[in-house]
């Protein structure tokens, strides 16, 4: 699939998923498997990879941490997170 073809369409329509400043928090991780989901500020789950993690962060994830993300549609899973970054907070 080409990137021009991963253009979000998740859910049927690429408006459900708006893919800039996309954040949530890690709502399961299934260590086994190297998946997990993701529940965004709107409350809906959307599946994801370890290899989606940056910078190898995937062992860091627990569940609540605040995470910054974008979609795209997988042919496989439907609508799946990427490019999945851990928000440090200011201490």
């Known amino acids: 699939m080409s990137s021009a073809d991963e253009q979000l369409v998740g859910c049927g329509?690429?408006?459900l998923?708006?893919?800039?400043?996309?954040?949530g928090r890690i709502k399961s991780v299934v260590r086994g498997q190297g998946i997990g989901y993701i529940?965004?500020?709107l409350g809906r789950d959307v599946f994801f990879h370890k290899g989606d993690?940056?910078?190898?962060?995937?062992n860091d994830l627990?569940?609540?941490t605040p995470v910054k993300f974008d979609v795209i549609e997988d042919s496989?899973?439907?609508a799946r997170a990427q490019?999945?970054?851990?928000i440090?907070?200011?201490k």
């Open 13 to 15: 329509s690429a408006a």
């Open 62 to 64: 627990q569940i609540g």
């Open 39 to 41: 529940r965004d500020d």
């Open 83 to 86: 490019r999945i970054r851990p």
């Open 76 to 78: 496989v899973s439907g």
């Open 17 to 23: 998923w708006d893919n800039e400043l996309m954040t």
């Open 88 to 90: 440090r907070r200011a």
């Open 53 to 58: 993690v940056v910078n190898k962060a995937y």
